[in-house]
């Protein structure tokens, strides 16, 4: 398909040009070298010879991305190696009222494919995973959803197949990281429910409501089969079997206009519960432990937790506007209930500088500390496997640190060294603390 545009795109350039001797069979490769030369230039590929502008009047907006990230563990872990993740993703969003008169409507479709190994599984034994595009490696079908926005974009809704990750406890701030602890939502509901996050979505239908500027609240209900995610089903599998998985999230918004004075931050809180039935972390119906019978664990009804994320702006060179700033963030997520959640308590938090060099005002640092505590009563049925002669490390807690610089060296390359430290990997004490080195490079096509 690629060839034949390719074709299509010099077809027509030729077209344009004729009687030009020498130019035309040229034209596309001259435009895609500009693309790698030009400073300006927002695509590697640049406009696929005007198709991008031409599809962008029509409503249609195609977005093609590569990341691959290469970490090794020089220290620590359960041994040394280097892995490489990646990930090759597409989406499409067309604006519906551009396109065909529907006024407010959009509807966005996306797909992923990841490749490679993870160095967390593989070598270092750790919950957090050090990789971004840890895991999930194969092709899928992620989003398939259709969005209304009403009374100038102060009531919207939005259905389909959703990864609720991505509007949920979440923040652009997080993105910036490599490490899991932090990049894309706070870790530990992952272990608690199951929530659907990028590259895996459900059905589900989101609403959110902005009475006034400063103001959000937000709703959503999901599909909670946690077996929607596995690798072999590709996106594809859309039934609707699994229990009813709800969250909402309210949100206060200062200072977000483009001339405010202030400094800008986000206060968030938010709560979510499964409807479904939860096991116990530690006891079977017999009331014994289930690391000693391996028998079936008792079955809780429901299980939820809640969460408060914030991040303000302590310090900004420049006036009102100016990117170059420095920006701090906390996240604290609870689930009560040691008895059903693997990790009931955890929290993190850190500074991104945004243009620390007055030279690189759109490179961004960033420092990040995680912590997760594991639940007593995973912990006590370990125990009482140890007490058997099992071998089993009884799981505290595990810590991770990060410190990473983000090279925006083009407007569609981005080279980011990183250094994570992991304290505790596994959270037994067994696996000694790990050293992670390597870099992740974005490139927007």
């Given at each position: 398909?690629?060839?034949?545009?390719?074709?299509?795109?010099?077809?027509?350039?030729?077209?344009?040009?004729?009687?030009?001797?020498?130019?035309?069979?040229?034209?596309?490769?001259?435009?895609?070298?500009?693309?790698?030369?030009?400073?300006?230039?927002?695509?590697?590929?640049?406009?696929?010879?005007?198709?991008?502008?031409?599809?962008?009047?029509?409503?249609?907006?195609?977005?093609?991305?590569?990341?691959?990230e290469?970490?090794?563990?020089?220290?620590?872990?359960?041994?040394?190696?280097?892995?490489?993740?990646?990930?090759?993703?597409?989406?499409v969003?067309?604006?519906?009222?551009?396109?065909a008169?529907?006024?407010?409507?959009?509807?966005?479709?996306?797909?992923?494919?990841?490749?490679?190994?993870?160095?967390?599984?593989?070598?270092i034994?750790?919950?957090?995973?050090?990789?971004?595009?840890?895991?999930?490696?194969?092709?899928?079908?992620?989003?398939?959803?259709?969005?209304?926005?009403?009374?100038?974009?102060?009531?919207?809704?939005?259905?389909?197949?959703?990864?609720?990750?991505?509007?949920?406890?979440?923040?652009?701030?997080?993105?910036?990281?490599?490490?899991?602890?932090?990049?894309?939502?706070?870790?530990?509901?992952?272990?608690?429910?199951?929530?659907?996050?990028?590259?895996?979505?459900?059905?589900?239908?989101?609403?959110?409501?902005?009475?006034?500027?400063?103001?959000?609240?937000?709703?959503?209900?999901?599909?909670g089969?946690?077996t929607?995610?596995?690798?072999?089903?590709?996106?594809?599998?859309?039934?609707?079997?699994?229990?009813?998985?709800?969250?909402?999230?309210?949100?206060?918004?200062?200072?977000?206009?483009?001339?405010?004075?202030?400094?800008?931050?986000?206060?968030?809180?938010?709560?979510?519960?499964?409807?479904?039935k939860?096991?116990?972390?530690?006891?079977?119906?017999?009331?014994?432990?289930?690391?000693?019978?391996?028998?079936?664990p008792?079955?809780?009804?429901?299980?939820?937790?809640?969460?408060?994320?914030?991040?303000?702006?302590?310090?900004?060179?420049?006036?009102?506007?100016?990117?170059?700033?420095?920006?701090?963030?906390?996240?604290?997520?609870?689930?009560?209930?040691?008895?059903?959640?693997?990790?009931?308590?955890?929290?993190?938090?850190?500074?991104?500088?945004?243009?620390?060099?007055?030279?690189?005002?759109?490179?961004?640092?960033?420092?990040?500390?995680?912590?997760?505590?594991?639940?007593?009563?995973?912990?006590?049925?370990?125990?009482?496997?140890?007490?058997?002669?099992?071998?089993?490390?009884?799981?505290?807690?595990?810590?991770?640190?990060?410190?990473?610089y983000?090279?925006?060296?083009?407007?569609?390359?981005?080279?980011?060294?990183?250094?994570?430290?992991?304290?505790?990997?596994?959270?037994?004490?067994?696996?000694?603390?790990?050293?992670?080195?390597?870099?992740?490079?974005?490139?927007?096509?």
């Amino acid at each position: 398909m690629a060839t034949a545009l390719l074709a299509g795109a010099s077809a027509a350039a030729g077209a344009e040009v004729a009687g030009v001797p020498g130019t035309a069979p040229f034209s596309f490769f001259d435009e895609w070298a500009a693309a790698l030369a030009g400073p300006d230039r927002t695509f590697l590929t640049g406009d696929w010879g005007g198709l991008r502008t031409r599809l962008r009047d029509l409503g249609i907006i195609p977005n093609l991305a590569f990341v691959t990230e290469v970490l090794g563990n020089p220290i620590g872990g359960r041994h040394q190696a280097v892995r490489e993740s990646d990930e090759l993703a597409l989406s499409v969003t067309a604006d519906l009222d551009r396109l065909a008169g529907w006024a407010g409507g959009q509807f966005q479709l996306s797909f992923s494919l990841r490749s490679g190994t993870s160095l967390s599984d593989q070598d270092i034994g750790n919950v957090f995973n050090v990789a971004q595009v840890c895991c999930g490696h194969t092709y899928r079908l992620v989003t398939v959803a259709l969005e209304q926005s009403l009374f100038d974009d102060r009531v919207s809704v939005r259905g389909g197949r959703l990864a609720a990750g991505d509007e949920f406890l979440a923040s652009p701030l997080y993105d910036i990281f490599v490490q899991t602890a932090f990049n894309g939502n706070p870790m530990s509901i992952l272990f608690n429910s199951p929530i659907s996050v990028d590259p895996v979505a459900t059905w589900g239908v989101r609403a959110r409501v902005r009475p006034i500027r400063q103001l959000s609240l937000m709703a959503g209900v999901y599909n909670g089969d946690p077996t929607l995610g596995d690798n072999d089903k590709h996106g594809v599998d859309w039934t609707m079997r699994g229990p009813p998985f709800a969250i909402g999230e309210a949100g206060v918004h200062l200072n977000q206009e483009p001339l405010a004075t202030g400094l800008p931050g986000n206060y968030k809180i938010g709560g979510y519960y499964l409807a479904g039935k939860v096991p116990d972390q530690r006891r079977d119906i017999h009331g014994g432990s289930i690391a000693l019978t391996g028998l079936s664990p008792q079955m809780h009804s429901g299980n939820g937790g809640f969460y408060i994320l914030l991040d303000q702006m302590m310090y900004r060179d420049g006036g009102a506007g100016s990117r170059r700033s420095l920006t701090s963030f906390v996240s604290l997520v609870v689930a009560p209930d040691s008895s059903v959640n693997t990790m009931p308590v955890f929290a993190n938090g850190g500074l991104v500088y945004r243009g620390l060099f007055p030279s690189r005002p759109n490179d961004t640092a960033a420092f990040g500390v995680a912590y997760g505590a594991f639940s007593s009563e995973r912990a006590r049925s370990q125990r009482d496997a140890r007490s058997a002669g099992s071998t089993v490390g009884i799981q505290k807690y595990e810590v991770a640190l990060e410190l990473t610089y983000l090279v925006q060296a083009t407007k569609w390359l981005q080279v980011q060294p990183d250094v994570q430290y992991i304290i505790n990997p596994g959270g037994t004490g067994k696996i000694p603390n790990a050293l992670v080195l390597g870099f992740q490079l974005a490139l927007t096509l």
